[in-house]
């Protein structure tokens, strides 16, 4: 029996408390994985005010003030009473920074989630028993390895072993030199921890700061020495640190059997029927012909997930393969494409339609009705989209690259179930599409590919107890 560990995760994500992205599914479920292992897994985040907030009942559990720079500013930590995720849930709250709807996007987000890390420190601090692992995920928490290790005022907490994930690292929360205030005071020895090409960045100072640090899968770590917004040879040279964890999925979130957000549900035993119906109520909302196969997109219309592309991609699938299929496009993001994307609905007419803006229901009813789920991605760190997908039965028609590269095998080559291309342009999207489009017409190989599929193991049990080997290396 492995001894038990007290774990802490601070994230600025965290489903369904709030999540913009996969960052928010991973933090949802991981601590509950790791709680069922008999480890102690809990979660620290910022207050939003999200519907969450309101909906679950709340108790103080600590109060203090402090500073960022020379704000000073008072903050609460509170914890839901139940523990209804499966594990402790703190949200610190800080009045006017932080109690804000959404999650990012605002224009101080740096002095946010600079302030969020500090009153976290701050807090941990105060313990009377100090966590086993302090895990931090993506920029937003990324400097407090380095506040736990170089700032005077945390000493106390400087041995406590410290994990980054990284979840994406387009995003590095970089700021001035200016703001070197937003640092509690801190050993000037230690500049080089902070720095990367001239600003202070979070992502680059968790990564030297971190004991481990880990990406959501194995591809996405290799190409991250080559193309990674500028830190490439941090990368490099700190790739003796680094490991890929693949994320799982949540079962009890995301089964087809008895998921909250369908009506219609079904297993691999009635998977045929079961999708039927739901392709049915979807292509009845929609406009869309049930009798066609039916594609699907869903994400951030942004150029990491090649949404730019999908466009012209769907407007060639029609000239050159024929209106031979659907398609249901469910994202937001990039204005450009959200309007390409609108204004296509004129040419495409019965055959494609698009929902603009974030919508959880309706992606778990297009997962559970769609045919097939395109992926285009540029980048694509884990990718949970088509782990959902197969879950439900829907066949990924994904560029070849991070961890769609890791979970999904092309039907030519042995024991594969997908269909992949190599590159991120409209030819190969097409192409993909064209393939798709034949499979469905061999019905059995379709079929057997569908039931395969469903049955695939991408459970939250092998990468909980991974990331606790991982935690175990350092005792
Ligand atoms: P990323 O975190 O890079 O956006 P992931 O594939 O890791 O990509 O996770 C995306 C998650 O966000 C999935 O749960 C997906 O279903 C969800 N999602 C993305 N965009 C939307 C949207 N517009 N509406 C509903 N869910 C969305």
């Not at 009473?81 to 499966?86: I, S, Y």
């Not at 050159?320 to 031979?324: A, D, L, P, Q």
């Not at 030519?412 to 024991?415: A, F, N, Y």
């Given at each position: 029996m492995q001894a038990k560990m007290d774990i802490i995760h601070i994230s600025a994500e965290c489903y369904p408390v709030?999540?913009?992205?996969?960052l928010g599914d991973v933090v949802g479920s991981l601590p509950r994985f790791q709680n069922e292992l008999g480890h102690h897994s809990k979660v620290l985040m910022p207050m939003y005010r999200t519907p969450y907030l309101y909906a679950h009942d709340w108790e103080v559990v600590h109060k203090a003030s402090t500073n960022l720079g020379h704000w000073w500013f008072d903050y609460t930590v509170i914890k839901e009473?139940?523990?209804?995720?499966?594990f402790e849930l703190f949200l610190i709250d800080i009045n006017g920074l932080l109690?804000?709807?959404?999650v990012y996007g605002y224009e101080d987000d740096t002095e946010r989630f600079s302030a969020f890390q500090i009153a976290a420190v701050h807090w941990m601090n105060t313990w009377n028993a100090l966590p086993q692992v302090v895990h931090v995920h993506d920029?937003?928490?990324?400097l407090v390895p380095f506040m736990m290790q170089h700032c005077y005022a945390f000493?106390?907490?400087?041995y406590i072993p410290t994990v980054l994930t990284i979840?994406?690292?387009?995003?590095?929360?970089s700021f001035s030199?200016?703001?070197?205030?937003?640092?509690?005071?801190?050993?000037?020895?230690?500049?080089g921890l902070l720095e990367w090409k001239g600003s202070i960045n979070p992502l680059a100072s968790g990564i030297k700061c971190s004991w481990k640090v880990t990406t959501v899968s194995n591809s996405y770590l290799h190409e991250l020495r080559h193309m990674s917004n500028g830190l490439e040879p941090l990368f490099e040279y700190e790739k003796g640190k680094c490991t890929g964890i693949l994320n799982g999925i949540d079962y009890t979130v995301w089964?087809?059997?008895?998921?909250?957000?369908?009506?219609e549900h079904f297993s691999v035993q009635d998977a045929e029927a079961g999708k039927e119906k739901n392709k049915g109520i979807l292509c009845e909302r929609f406009g869309l012909d049930p009798q066609k196969p039916l594609f699907i997109f869903i994400g951030r219309l942004v150029g990491e997930k090649g949404a730019d592309l999908l466009p012209q991609a769907i407007a060639d699938s029609f000239k050159?393969?024929?209106?031979?299929m659907n398609f249901l496009v469910l994202g937001n993001g990039n204005a450009a494409t959200e309007s390409q994307l609108t204004m296509l609905q004129s040419i495409a007419q019965a055959d494609y339609n698009v929902f603009i803006g974030y919508d959880e229901t309706l992606s778990h009813q297009m997962y559970a009705g769609a045919d097939f789920l395109v992926m285009p991605s540029?980048?694509?760190?884990?990718?949970?989209n088509q782990l959902y997908a197969m879950r439900y039965g829907t066949i990924p028609v994904v560029r070849s690259t991070g961890g769609l590269k890791d979970t999904v095998i092309d039907v030519?080559?042995?024991?594969g179930y997908g269909i992949t291309y190599n590159d991120a342009t409209v030819g190969d999207i097409t192409h993909g599409i064209y393939r798709a489009v034949s499979l469905y017409n061999q019905k059995e190989i379709f079929r057997s590919i569908r039931e395969k599929i469903m049955d695939l193991d991408f459970s939250w049990h092998r990468s909980a107890a991974e990331y606790v080997s991982l935690y175990q290396s350092f005792q």
């Open positions: 709030a999540k913009a992205g996969g009473k139940t523990n209804v995720q499966g109690d804000r709807e959404k920029h937003h928490a990324a000493k106390r907490l400087q979840h994406n690292a387009q995003y590095q929360g030199w200016e703001k070197t205030l937003y640092i509690p005071q801190w050993d000037s020895w230690k500049r089964n087809p059997e008895n998921d909250k957000y369908l009506t050159f393969i024929g209106r031979k540029r980048v694509e760190p884990c990718g949970l030519g080559d042995p024991g």
